[in-house]
């Protein structure tokens, strides 16, 4: 869950209004044989923007993103969690996608992928390196032939580094 600029009433607003969306439309996207992968939700320069991403087995077409994007923004209009104007865009995550569940990191094993952390390693809290294993807490990396385990709980932000884990 992604979050800028705090929307009125603030950032506990904003991170409320992310879980309730996730909360009401991740069974309905489920039933369409897809998954949630991140959901942003901010302000930009046309005002404010929800974003939700979504992914499936073989990819994520544009006919399916419309067919979600109408499905997630029905939803919205009854549920009626958001009581200012914002835009609704529904998106692939792209090739170098957040990686947030564990699902997510076990199906990247031996890829390259970048970690910030919460609380750092020494002085370091960026790590970018060959995911090595998926454990139920935490994850193993090589990063320049050191490795590192960090814990789920002392993630910030991951993502797959896809161009970086392509060979020459």
Known sequence: MKKSDPAPGGE???????????????????????EI????????????????????EGGVSVDDCARISRVVGDLLDVADIIHYPYHLEVSSPGLNRPLRKREQFAKVVGKVIEVKTLVPFGTRRNFKGILKEVGVERIRMDCDNQLFEIPFSNMDRARLRYFDSQED
């Open 12 to 34: 506990e607003k904003v991170d409320r209004i992310v879980r309730q969306v996730w909360d009401l439309t991740e069974p309905v996207i489920r039933a369409e044989g897809m």
């Open 37 to 56: 992968i991140e959901i942003e939700y901010r302000r930009e320069s046309p005002g404010w923007v929800l974003r939700v991403f979504v992914d499936q």
